[in-house]
Antibody, heavy 115, light 107 residues
Framework: EVQLLESGGGLVQPGGSLRLSCAGSGFTFRNYGMNWVRQAPGKGLEWVSD????????YYADSVKGRFTISRDNSKNTLHLQMNSLRAEDAATYYC????????WGPGTTVTVSS | DVQMTQSPSSLSASVGDRVTITCRASQGISNSLAWFQQKPGKAPKSLIY???RLQSGVPSKFSGSGSGTDFTLTISSLQPEDFAIYFCQQYKTYPFTFGPGTKVEIK
């Protein structure tokens, strides 16, 4: 069974940093591009970033460009999102999703940005 | 950026009804469109990709159609477990963008 599990969320002060991780299992991780998508409380879905299967190509939403970095470790079947200079508007549940069509999603991890 | 709109924003329907949700892209996206279902407190679930291809394990009561700028998601016979929010998303052009969602409620 294909599964994704995010971790690393929590409470952080404005301007702080956080690193999210997403562990994949049940599929050949390196063969799939991976995405981060976020959802602020009571709001819609916002695509954040994605990375190709070999990690060679990365893309970002303008709202996070220059502050967030997506990466992956295919030897550990793990996706990461390094989030720096966090703002109140970055508070959300962050999901990782597999493939261009986002075929499978993890349950999400919640990021709270508050002083 | 490609803007995605959905209509209606919400609808009330009865069990057994046929429901159609429309999604429109601000520019042509070929068939690079997905549909997702989200229930309260849960992660989105993929229903349809490439505009009309049913995701594995998704019941055939769900169907998608369209190409270019106009797309539809149809639920042929609404069941209690189908009451949720439905989102469309384009993956033709970066940044990928989602529609604002359509909430399907019980009448």
């Amino acid at each position: 069974e294909v599964q994704l599990l995010e971790s690393g969320g929590g409470l952080v002060q404005p301007g702080g940093s956080l690193r999210l991780s997403c562990a994949g299992s049940g599929f050949t991780f390196r063969n799939y591009g991976m995405n981060w998508v976020r959802q602020a409380p009571g709001k819609g879905l916002e695509w954040v970033s994605d990375i190709s299967g070999n990690g060679g190509s990365t893309y970002y939403a303008d709202s996070v460009k220059g502050r967030f970095t997506i990466s992956r470790d295919n030897s550990k079947n793990t996706l990461h999102l390094q989030m720096n200079s966090l703002r109140a508007e970055d508070a959300a549940t962050y999901y990782c999703a597999m493939g261009v069509g986002m075929n499978v999603w993890g349950p999400g991890t919640t990021v709270t940005v508050s002083s | 950026d490609v803007q995605m709109t959905q209509s209606p924003s919400s609808l009330s329907a009865s069990v057994g009804d046929r429901v159609t949700i429309t999604c429109r892209a601000s520019q042509g996206i070929s068939n690079s469109l997905a549909w997702f279902q989200q229930k309260p407190g849960k992660a989105p679930k993929s229903l349809i990709y490439d505009a009309s291809r049913l995701q594995s394990g998704v019941p055939s009561k769900f169907s998608g159609s369209g190409s270019g700028t106009d797309f539809t998601l149809t639920i042929s016979s609404l069941q209690p477990e189908d009451f949720a929010i439905y989102f469309c998303q384009q993956y033709k052009t970066y940044p990928f963008t989602f529609g604002p969602g359509t909430k399907v409620e019980i009448k």
